[in-house]
């Protein structure tokens, strides 16, 4: 007999997926300092699923004289949803290796792919009710450059890209997972230098944009003023990209004693603001946070056998949002935030078996 205390209740007791798939990747030289690659791929997928959404209403309606029974065919409230999907996708690239005075090594390169991910099945819908979600395609341009200068003491490696997604998977606006048109565009950034010797510096830095490229409307969100009608998301950024991001990280080695080194190392990581939701309102935005970490390692490099970490994470104990879950108005839209782990520190002792 159902628990009568429950409202509703979305049950997905079966899930199966059926997946293969053949690729081929092949290389040519174009000249001494060019290659040309390619890609294709195909894959096939099948999707099955038992799931079911009631509520003590669908079993006992409280019409007059109704009740109960322990003989409920619980069973027959179950539905069954599959779907198939296919698709060819592939890419094509290039690496050039010119010889450059100013740098020691250099690479250029560029890759222009189709990404696809399956589409799925809804749980809980029926054949009735938008049981299945389409398959995510996206188009990838990335372009960049990598750099080893200054006698291979300095590297400066540089990444632009743009991402075009058709029907990329969304879900938690609707009340099910659909599909909406966006584009992600940005670049990063990568430093490493070794000035002297055990000595190492690195500097990461991420742009990022993203942006709903389509009209898609929504019912208004739970903290919309009363009375309005639907909103439309175009324009908004999507869940989770920052526009920035930076990580920055020292480390320092030298012999303690004949076979063993010690290593200091500290890194920090800051990470902007973003939305954890389509809509983007004031209480989707999450505020900036970082976190660092610090670490003093022994290790034998005679015999590579022992190392010994001394580390502590998270050392300002920085109780920051990093992510917040928002569920659908059938179940009271409660938020659910992740926190980053508390300040924590400890000791790791390694060995290796020869």
Known sequence: ????????????????????????????????????????RYTEEEKSTKT??????????????????????????????????????????????????????????????????????????????????????????????????????????????????????VGGILGFNTNVDAEV????????????????????????D???????????????????????LKGNSLQYSPESSVQFGIQYSHELSDGWEISYCAQTYWQDTFYSRLYNIKTDKQDSWSQSDFSVTVRDIADETWEFELYVKNAADEASITGLGVDNSLVGRYRTPTYLDPRTYGVRVTYRLE
């Open 52 to 169: 079911r959404t009631y509520s003590p209403l669908d079993i006992y309606p409280f019409a007059p004289g109704s009740y109960l029974t322990s003989d409920f065919d619980m069973e027959s409230t179950y539905k069954f949803g599959d779907g198939e999907w296919e698709e060819f996708t592939g890419k094509v690239g290039f690496g050039y290796t010119p010889d450059l005075e100013m740098t020691d090594e250099t690479l250029f390169f560029g890759t222009l792919s189709r990404g696809y991910k399956g589409g799925g099945i809804n749980p809980g819908a029926s054949e009735s009710s938008f049981p299945t979600f389409d398959p995510e395609y996206i188009n990838a341009l990335e372009v960049g450059t990598k750099n080893t200068m200054a006698d291979h003491t300095f590297q400066a490696n540089i990444t632009a890209f743009f991402y075009k997604y058709d029907g990329l998977q």
């Open 1 to 40: 007999m159902p628990n009568l205390g429950i409202v509703f209740t979305f049950e997905t007791p079966e899930v199966f997926t059926d997946s293969w798939a053949v690729f081929t990747e092949g290389y040519y030289d174009v000249t001494e300092d060019l290659t040309l690659t390619v890609g294709i």
């Open 210 to 232: 993203s942006e709903v490229i389509e009209d898609f409307l929504s019912s208004p969100d739970i903290s919309s003023p009363s009375g309005s009608g639907p909103v439309n």
């Open 185 to 208: 565009k940005g670049a990063e950034f990568e430093f490493v230098a070794a000035p002297i010797d055990g000595l190492r510096v690195n500097l990461n830095l991420s742009l990022l």
